[in-house]
């Protein structure tokens, strides 16, 4: 039994050892700076040791503005995404001809540059001297005024960054919701036709079951997305999302490290933590949510 443990932690050294030198030592480094006062990173030298940076960071307007942005992303994108693509892999579940031509058409922005589909999504949305753009020309056609999403009302700014992010991680979450239902075993569903049950009620009682855990997985994988999210805006809006109030919590990051008024490691150390700190809580309220709503086989 000895002998079998130790070939078995032996197996496990190499991804030990990728994961402490990618994953832990940076988490722990990134802690460290996150509490040391004037950090510069050419001569490795900091002026003190205390949670300035924190108090800094959690007062400064543009992280507040980036962090209202970050939540109203993950509150409107991750539970329509998912709502969306259940809807849509249940009605693939049910197509019998073409189903593969289908799944194909529904994945392909899935394999696509994300700035190439942000540099559409700013043609269709976008007012320019020339033209309103395509989606203002379809609400003028029902007497409606037109908007400038890209360069307009904060709402209108926020619509489009949540349509795009909805749309580009809708994809991958369809691939995996019909997998899910093509893995429900049918003797379940013969049982409640036999029965004489209800549609509605055979995809509440035996559907949304069997597939929860699969809900919960993208569920938690998307809100870690939604928190993470930085390239859709840059996509849409630009590189100077401040001056547009449409940063995210990774570009206010990156800007203290390398954007305009970047060189501060330590604010940006600082709002990394904060944000793992929020990813780990909502991760584990969705951990215990699932003890009661997620079930298994």
Known sequence: MERQSYKGWLYLLPAMLFLGAFLVYPLIDVFIYSF?????SA??????????NYSYVLHDPYFLQALKNTFILVVITVPLSTLIALLISVGLSSIEKLRSLYQTVYFLPYVTNTLAVGLVFMILFRKTPYTDGFVNLVISWFGGKSVDFI????WAKMFVLSFYTIWVVLPFKILILTSALASVRQDYYNAAKIDGTSKLRVFTRITLPMISPTLFYLIITGF??????????VA?????????????????VYDMLYGNGGGYPSYASAAAILLFAIVLTITCINLLV?????HYE
Do not use: C, H, W
């Open 43 to 52: 001569s490795q030298t900091y002026f003190g040791v205390g949670g300035y």
């Open 224 to 233: 870690i997305g939604a928190f993470k999210a930085y390239s859709d805006a």
């Open 290 to 294: 699932s003890k009661k709503y997620v």
């Open 36 to 40: 040391e006062e004037g950090y510069n």
């Open 151 to 154: 360069d307009g009302p904060y």
């Open 236 to 252: 849409l809006f630009g590189t100077d999302l401040n001056a547009a109030q449409m940063n995210t919590i990774v570009g206010y």
